[in-house]
């Protein structure tokens, strides 16, 4: 029986792979807007009803990226040693994870990494789907912090700062990336504008 289960479940995520690879083989070909739930399913042969077993909207094959990143920041985040100063451990726990998704863990195709990034960060729909969306993840996030930095008071605003400080510095990398991508990962241009932050950016005005 277990066997039975087993490969039940493998052919599950194989569909559901199968639907993600067609989705952005659609979306840089004939763009996200002109692509259609059927036009996926007709891809990979299957009903569109199939397609709403694993996904309500063809936003969520992209925001499903966005959140398991998140996700992988917050534990490696948790795991970072006590001795790392916050802004340093959230450094590292962020560039190692998107280094990984860069380049192929957490089950991202390193070959759609520019896709997301360029859609999570432009398209209107899928931006604003991914604020909502993250609002708990951010939860989390600021109250791991909180814990790391021994902030205990609800009126204490660092934990807060600290985890919007991670969405400003996504924000940048990815404008700096994508003028300098063909030169250079995204993941080394994030730790980059991170070590900004790290350091200060109260510089004296020359003029």
Known sequence: MGDVTSHRERKKLQLREDLIEAAYQLFVNKGF????????????????????????????????????????????????????????ALRRASVIVTKGCEEGSFGIDPGRFKTLRDLIRNHPLIKAKSVEILKTKKERLTALIAQKIGAYSSKDIRPQTIATILELVYISTYDIWKEREAEITYYDVLDEVFSIFEEGVNYPCLS
């Open 33 to 88: 807007d002109n692509t259609t739930v059927k036009d996926i399913t007709d891809l990979v042969n299957v009903s569109s009803r199939t397609f709403f077993r694993y996904f309500s909207c063809k936003e969520d094959v992209v925001l499903d990226y966005e959140i398991v990143e998140y996700e992988e920041i917050i534990t490696a985040l948790a795991e970072r040693p006590k001795s790392e100063p916050i802004l340093t």
